[in-house]
């Protein structure tokens, strides 16, 4: 740390961005440990997943840790369905990559990660592992040049002080119709404009609660509608046609993940906008999704589809086909915060996901909450990230350390 002051205070005020940036590409630090943690916190009320096949009774996270010789430590979160493979993935495959490298050399990591990888590493949870350890090399290079990640991301049009972003409640797990018509409800009372509810149980049943959600709350609020692609494409298109006249601003995840010509058909059959991509990796998986003419919405998630350093690159191709950006966000407040930096610097972002379901990775890993107000959430400004975790909850929810 002591070299990385001394060439600060040489640069002194005089140094723009972009010679400060030179200036930290020449410090001779590097990387000493690439751990991965996983994290588990019980929930005291279990929830209902899409449909009634799932229910949650604990929030997991894989956290990532880049450790370095300078005594700075980088965060950040993989997005996986399979979190004792991504352990594997960052703590014995891509840790000896990047041992000695210098952190700062973000995107020639990012290819030697990539390409490290091979043919096993263009989707799945390599990818997932992946984007991890790129937001924490971010998170890093953020503290090293004491600024958030969002004034150092690539971008056109990054604004000089991020306005608190639009954001919707996303909610409405599956659950009996009165619980979801009060947490909707209550969602609406906490000042969201936008809330998104689950569907997937079957045309009838789901026609009949979108009904009755949008009888409760209103004709003034957004509602968006989740089916997690539970649905071939001929059966959302009836639910599309069946629920129109409730005014369903988004479906999301109307099909699976790899069924593009599904998601063309049910585009172009339905008037309301067509939502996809949590499930998608890389600029290559969304310059089909978005180039095919699958989605009007793209829902990249920065801790599964390639990190930071992607998630520029494909918020730059969902604008120049004139789709909107919003990234899925659905984690602990690590890649929360993640996820923040990124929309505020995406061209076409147009509201962030802000998962309002029970997680105490959101609420109690970080000495301060990111928090909602008045249908918007705010950037974080502090170094890297912006959080600082509190130890003793990452010791409470800590699973292993790998
Ligand atoms: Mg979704």
Redesign the pocket.
Known sequence: MVALIRRRQACGNGCGGEAQRANDQLITMRITDVRALWLSAPLEQPIGG?SRKKTWFNRQAVLVEVHTDEDLVGIGEVFTTVPEVALVAVSKFYQPLLLGENPLDIERLWEKMYFGAGYSGVKGVMIEALSGIDIALWDLRGKVENRPVWQLLPSSSRPLSPAPLPAYA?GGFWAPLADTLAEITGYVAHGFASV?M?VGLGIEEDGQRIAAVRQTIGNDVKLMI?A?CGYTADQAIALGKRVEEHNVYWF??PVLVEDWDGYKKVRESLSMKI??G?GEYTRWGFRELIGRGCVDIA?PDVMRCGGLTESVKIAQIAAQHNVAYAP?V?CSIVGLAASLHLAAVAPSFEIF?FDMTPNPLRTHLAKTPIEVKDSRVSVPNGAGLGIELDDDALARYMVVRA
């Open positions: 899409s996303a998104k689950k989740d997690n999301e995840e939502a996809g949590e829902q899925h659905f996901e």
